[in-house]
């Protein structure tokens, strides 16, 4: 099993930037990639960015440009930089780890709140 801690969430201004962590403990190796995804009141849960093992990462298109997603991989940790924050980037975001045989694992979520 792999579990997931995210930290760093907030309540920011509209143009701030906050920084978001994820640690990941257990059976790491089964980790192939990790990510963050957030979900809004009244709305879907959709990507935001994810990052391989090897590096590789792919974003959302309303956050690029805005958001960086990296890895310490010393740490077992994934960060999003998010950057120009606006009123529409307040949700729940939720650290995602891509597991073998297809399974995955999700943090408890951390709250981001934008003011305008």
């Known amino acids: 099993q792999v579990q997931l801690v995210e930290s760093g969430g907030g309540l920011v201004q509209a143009g701030g930037s906050l920084r978001l962590s994820c640690a990941a403990s257990?059976?790491?190796?089964?980790?192939?990639?990790m990510g963050w995804y957030r979900q809004a009141p009244g709305k879907q849960r959709e990507l935001v960015a994810t990052?391989?093992?090897?590096?590789?990462?792919n974003y959302a298109d309303s956050m690029k440009g805005r958001f960086i997603i990296s890895r310490d991989n010393a740490k077992n940790t994934v960060y999003l930089q998010m950057n120009t924050l606006k009123s529409e980037d307040t949700a729940v975001y939720y650290c995602?780890?891509?597991?073998?045989?297809?399974?995955?694992?999700w943090g408890q979520g951390t709250q981001v709140t934008v003011s305008s």
């Open positions: 995602n780890a891509g597991l073998t045989w297809g399974r995955t694992a």
């Open positions: 257990g059976n790491i190796l089964s980790i192939t990639a």
């Open positions: 990052i391989t093992n090897a590096g590789s990462t």
